[in-house]
């Protein structure tokens, strides 16, 4: 089982199209990452939330963390073709070497 | 701004090769990992370390060891490079928080 669902896995669309995508689990965590990857390059965070309930902006992206801790979403508002990419959420594993486990990420992808 | 470096962006070797994949950090940050990337399967942790000569297994170190005899490389040895082995390299570092800085990614072939 895995420990962070990411929905849907692939999402095509058009540019300034608005769209939401899912980080669930079943465990409770205190606190959660979300990295985009674009093509051919490593991940780097966008934002990490801590406090259930918490809503972050980082321009056109707005970020939630569940009221439980337990899950997570990202919104993109008016998405353009530089958003194109795999957005990853993450959390700390457990222990105190700061390991991530990682969902297998949604696909964005937005066409012109 | 944190860089983490690759030795190599693409890589084709021969199956039974001994490979070696470098990484370097230029933030004095303890730890580093090293993870592979498949269509499906996700980021997969395969060593990590935190601090100099020491490491610990992830979950598919199988096939892999590792070396970091300076604070600021890591890196990750295949053997005898195996088929099943191609993949996407990614190693990351960070100081002692979740915030992870990934490299660009070795993409390796093997043949």
């Known amino acids: 089982t895995q420990l962070l669902e990411q929905s849907p896995q692939f999402l095509s669309i058009q540019e300034g199209e608005n769209l939401t995508v899912y980080c669930n689990s079943s465990s409770v965590f205190s606190s959660l990452q979300w990295y985009r990857q674009e093509p051919g390059e490593g991940p780097v965070l966008l934002v990490t939330?801590?406090?259930?309930?918490e809503v972050k902006k980082l321009k056109r992206l707005t970020f939630q963390f569940g009221d439980a801790r337990k899950d997570s979403s990202l919104h993109i508002t008016a998405a353009q073709p530089g958003d194109t990419g795999l957005y990853l959420c993450a959390v700390n594993s457990g222990g105190s070497n700061y390991k991530l486990t990682f969902g297998k990420g949604t696909l964005l992808t937005v066409n012109p | 701004d944190v860089k983490v470096t690759q030795s190599s962006r693409y890589l084709v070797k021969r199956t039974g090769e001994k490979v070696f994949l470098e990484c370097v950090q230029d933030m004095d940050h303890e730890n580093m990992f090293w993870y592979r990337q498949d269509p499906g399967l996700g980021l997969r942790l395969i060593y990590f370390s935190y601090d100099v000569k020491m490491k610990e297994k992830g979950d598919i170190p199988e096939g892999y060891s590792v070396s970091r005899e300076k604070k600021e490389r890591f890196s990750l040895i295949l053997e005898s490079a195996s088929t099943n082995q191609t993949s996407m390299y990614l190693c990351?570092?960070?100081?002692?928080?979740?915030?992870?800085?990934f490299g660009p990614g070795t993409r390796l072939t093997v043949l």
């Open positions: 990351a570092s960070s100081l002692l928080t979740d915030t992870q800085y």
């Open positions: 939330v801590v406090t259930g309930g």
